[in-house]
C-alpha cells in the first residue's frame, strides 16, 4: 500500500493512526535515545562530528530529501545557513546517497523569492542536488492527513514527497517562536511541509491549539536524521528576526522529542523570553502534544547527551542538569 493511500482519510486510516500511535509509544516507554551535541562555531566541522557521534540510518543507495528551513531568506537562524546545507549535502553523497532534493514552502514570502534570495540554485547547480518548491505541486503532489483526536478543523495536507521519501533528513535553526509557537526547531520545521492554504487556520489558532496542531503534522511522516544548526540562536523574537545570541553548538539525532527538548535546554541554558523560562520542557504544548501521540520518548531521562570532547562534555553536563528538572 502506498503511504499516501495510507494517510487518507478514512475509517481504516483512522484505525491505523491510532495504531501507529499505540507502537510508538509501546517501542519508546523503555528506551533511550542519542542527541549528539558538539561544541563550535565551524559548521561543516560541527555537522561532520555530529553524525559521526550517532548511528544512524544509512542513505546508501536511497533518494534523499532534505528540508531546511526556507519560511524567510533572513539571516541564520531567521533561515538555513547556506553552509549547513552544504554540509548536509556533502555527507549525504559521502554515505552514498543516490540522489539529493532540498524541498520545502515559504511563508509568508513566495517560496520562489526564498530560494533564489538564498543563492540556492547555484548551490544545486554546484553541488549536484535538486531543488522541489512545494508550493508549484499540484492536486495530486498532496497527501491529505485527517487522524484522529486532531485539533485541525478538517485534517492537513502534507507534500507528497516528504511522505514517501526514502530518507528524510530535517535540518532546523535553534530559536524562539514569537507569532504563537513559542518555539521553532525540528518539529515547527513541520509546518512548511504543509499546504500554504492551511496558514490562516494555524496562525488564527495561536492563542488555542497551535502548538499542539504542530505536533500533529508529524504523524504523516518520520524524519532519518535530524540537525539543529544552533551556532546562533535566537533567545526572544523569531521566527525571522529576534534578540540573537552565539550559542556556538551543533546537535543532531534521530528523535524529534529529544532534540527539541535538547534545543529549549539550550536556550534555557542562555537565558531565553519568559514563554522558555517559566515552562518545564516537557510541559511545553509542542512537547506535550508529541509524547501524547508517541512521537518519540516521553521524558527527560530517556535521553542521551553524547559529545567527543572536554568543552562538549561540560556543556552536556550543564545541559543534563536543566533537562533533568522535566
Known sequence: MKRRDFLKQSAAGAAAFSMLGR??????????TRVSLV?????????????KLLTVPSPKGKKVLIK???????????????DTLRQLVLEMKARGASHITVGDRSGPP?????????????LAQELGFDVINFEDLATDGWVHCNPPGNHWQNGFDVAQPVTEAEYLLWTCCLKTHGAGGIFSMSLKLAVGVTNKSLMRELHGARQTHMRR????????????????DGVEAFVDGGPSRGKQVTAGVIVAGTDRIAVDAVGLAILKH????????????????QIQRAVELGLGIGRPDQIEIVTGDADGRAYGDALKEILGKG
Open 270 to 285: 542562555l537565558g531565553s523570553n519568559d514563554a522558555i523560562m517559566s515552562k518545564k520542557i516537557f510541559e511545553q504544548e
Open 213 to 228: 496542531m504542530i505536533a500533529e503534522i508529524h504523524q504523516a511522516f518520520r524524519p532519518h536524521l535530524i540537525v539543529m
Open 68 to 82: 531546511p528551513n526556507f519560511n524567510t531568506a533572513d539571516p541564520t537562524p531567521g533561515s538555513t545557513h547556506n
Open 39 to 51: 561544541k563550535t562555531e565551524d559548521r561543516a566541522k560541527g555537522i561532520s562530528a555530529a553524525i
Open 23 to 32: 507502537g510508538l509509544r509501546s517501542s519508546v516507554e523503555a528506551e533511550t
Open 110 to 122: 513566495p517560496t520562489k523569492s526564498v530560494i533564489e534570495a538564498k543563492g540556492i540554485p547555484a
